[in-house]
Every structure is written in C-alpha cells, then in structure tokens.
C-alpha cells in the first residue's frame, strides 16, 4: 500500500462509487451517500491542521494522521445514516490495518447504514512486538478516540486475527465499565447485580470474534504446529522467545520473571483495575474460528480453546455448501468437564499448576461458538494462517466464505 503526501488524482466515477465491490447494496437506498469506517473528526479545523497521508485502498479511499488513525470512505445510492454499531477490527503479529481491508468491504456492504468498521492501526508492523498488555492499552485509547469522534454510537463489537485476539481481549478489559440503572430512589445499595448494565466504553458489547488466536499461548503441547511435536524444538522456541520481544515472552508463557504468574494466565480472570473475564462474559456472543490444519503458527487447540482430546473427529465434507471451508459449527456451551489439577512445578516456578490447562478451566466457563476451518484441497491450504483471514485478497481468496460466513451471522 504506496501513501502520497500529495493529493489525490481525480478519479472515474467507477472508482469513487466502488463500482462491482459495492453491489448488493439495498434497492431502498437511492441518493447518494458516504460511509466512513475508521475515525472521522467532528472539529474540521483541528483535522486541517494535522498533516494527513492519502491513498487507496481499492475503491476505498483512507486517510491517515499523524496519530496514526486511519479514515476509509465508500461512496454509495442513500441517505445519509449516523452508524450505531462500531465494529473494531484488529491485526495480527507484523500486521497492519490493510490486512482488514476484505473483510471490511464486506462487512460494510451488507451494512452500510448500520456499521462504522474500525481497521486499529495503533500496533502495526513491529509495534506488535511491544508486548500484549502494551498493544491492548493502546487499542483501549484508540476505541476510545474513535467513540468520542462518533456520538451516534449504541454498540460495539470485535472481530481479532491470530495476536489480534489476545490484544482486543486484554483492551476490553480496560475498557470494561459497569453502570447502575437510573434510580432516583435512595436504594440504590440494594439494587441486584443483574441489574448493573455492562458496558465496553460505554456501549453495548455485542460480538467478541477471534480468528485463528493462540488463547491458550504458544508453549508446548503441540502449539505451534510448525514444530511437528517435538519437545525440543517447543522448549528451545520457548527460551528463543525473546526474539520476538515483550509479545514472544507473553505467547510462549515466559514472562514470569517478576514472581507474578505470565499475562495470559491473569487474563483469564478479573484483576483490579481490569476486568478481563468480566468483560468477556458481557458480550451477547463469543465465537472462535480456527484453523484444523495446515496453520503452522496456531494450533488447532489454542485457537478453539479445547483441549486436545475435546478436538472432534470431522466427517471430511462441509457443514452448508454456502461455506466449503466450513467443516463444523459447535453451538455454544460452557465446558462441564474439568481435569484434576496437575502437580509438580513448571519453569516459572508455579507450583501444582498446569497453566494450560488453568486457562482452558476458566476461558471455557462462558460459553463459545466454535466455528472449525479447513482449505484441505487447496493450494492455499499452505498459507491458512492468513487465508483465514483473507489478509491478501490475490494469495488468500479461499477463506472469502469463511468471512461471509462471519457477516452472515452478524446481526447489528
């Protein structure tokens, strides 16, 4: 993606309107109209004064500022519509918010009027090896930006791929807020618990998606698909953590040096000042898509959050035609199987604690839908990590109907 300090050519009007990316629209919708997804300054004069970076993606057109916050425009037939839901979308290790862009489009023309999709540009390229908890303070202050930008905003929803999960699960919990119902009364004491609203940022959580997110870490246990089982190749990974910064020590549970147990083990339940589990439970939905195969970064079980004897025996064909890659959609349900603690002590020192299967134990107290994915047959079965995703529309187009199938059971 080439950015231009200079301004934008004039282009046909094929390319303002979007041409064949935008079909599909409504009939309804006839007049001309713009949706924004990203962050649009509601003080005309401060954004005149930032300097912005201009360029295309496709038929959408972005724009950056200097704080890193990214605008992507869609002209198309409508009355204008303020959006109520903000859907954030965040990348992955050495990602960028361009590997969104697909998925985006598409989300944006099954809902023009109802989404305002967010592509986070905060942690992008080597950002990311900045470690979990400082990439998701950062998300946690851009959605926050983004909200205070966009008043006409009810509802919010998250949709992360691979390391994208994890940081958007760390960011909720910072932004997880409980408020208590209106009540003029001076009972309010005794008002019940049920009756507190749970908010993220003040809106309505709605969606908590993840694709292909190593949620149990990336240590041992056949984790990394990459290292074909072998014990020493998991255990020399893990010591080689540090390769990949403050973010390598948190996936592969090593970053336990300061007597506290590793971040991905106090994400599974509600600190403090950050309520991780908290915020995870006040979602309407939590879904999980992950790969059964051929991704040779996440495995199969830390990305469906089971465990590796809860993995179940696929048939080999679809589950709906509609989606080929599709191959099983488990309903949601909240675990009743628990395994006795396992004794002995692990390298961090923590004793009579398996801490796979701590955040397995704990995660799977609220309920998720697990959607399992397979390109088996195809050449891109190779690259499914990011097929996944679709994070390159030329390399990546066979997990197309894994995406719809994620707006398809999306309701704003």
């Known amino acids: 993606m080439e950015e231009e300090d200079t301004k934008i050519p004039k282009n046909t009007e094929e390319d303002v309107h979007g041409g064949s990316d935008l079909e599909g629209i409504s009939e309804s919708a006839k007049k001309k109209k713009t949706m924004i997804f990203g962050i649009r300054s509601g003080d005309k004069e401060a954004v005149e004064k930032k300097k912005k970076k201009k360029y295309w993606m496709g038929c959408l057109r972005a724009e950056s500022d200097e ?9 198309f037939p409508g009355e204008r519509a303020e959006p109520t839901h903000l859907v954030v979308m965040v990348n ?12 985006a489009k598409q989300m944006l023309k099954k809902y023009p009027q109802d989404l305002l999709v967010h592509c986070s540009k905060r942690n992008h390229s080597t950002q990311t090896f900045d470690g979990v908890d400082v990439m998701g303070e950062r998300l946690a202050e851009e959605v926050r930006s983004v909200i205070k930008r966009h008043q006409s905003l009810q509802k919010i929803s998250f949709v992360g791929h691979s390391l994208g999960g994890l940081v958007a699960r760390y960011a909720i919990g910072r932004l997880y807020e409980q408020e208590l119902p209106q009540n003029s009364d001076d009972t309010r004491d005794k008002i019940s618990i049920e009756e507190h609203k749970e908010r993220i940022a003040g809106l309505e959580p709605v969606y908590f998606i993840t694709s292909a997110t190593p949620h149990l870490g990336s240590r041992g246990h056949k984790q990394v698909p990459l290292f074909s089982g072998s014990r020493t190749l998991e255990k020399l990974a893990t010591r080689m953590s540090w390769c990949l910064g403050k973010t390598g020590k948190h996936l592969f549970l090593a970053d336990g040096d300061d007597g506290k147990p590793p971040l991905l ?5 509600d600190r403090r000042n950050l309520k991780f589990i908290s915020a995870l439970r006040c979602f309407k939905k939590r879904i999980v898509y992950a ?13 469906s959050i089971r465990r590796h004897n809860e993995l179940p025996k696929l048939q080999g064909g679809p ?17 009743s199987y628990h395994e006795e603690d396992q004794s002995g002590t692990n390298s961090n020192g923590f004793k009579n604690v398996d801490m796979e299967e701590e955040m397995i134990r704990e ?13 088996r047959g195809t050449f891109q079965r190779f690259l499914a990590h990011n097929t996944i995703q679709v994070k390159t529309k030329m390399i990546n187009s066979a997990g197309a109907d894994v995406i719809q199938h994620m707006i398809d059971n999306f309701e704003p």
């Open 67 to 75: 704080s890193g916050n990214v605008d992507l425009t869609v002209d």
């Open 92 to 103: 992955g290790l050495i990602g960028s918010a361009q590997n969104w862009r697909f998925a």
């Open 265 to 269: 083990i106090r994400m599974v339940s």
């Open 291 to 303: 790969n059964t195969s051929f991704d040779h970064l996440v495995g199969w079980s830390t990305s």
């Open 319 to 335: 589950v709906n035609e509609k989606y080929p890659h599709i191959v099983n959609v488990e309903a949601p349900c909240t675990s």
């Open 363 to 375: 995660l799977t107290k609220l309920s998720w839908e697990r959607v399992d994915v397979s390109f």
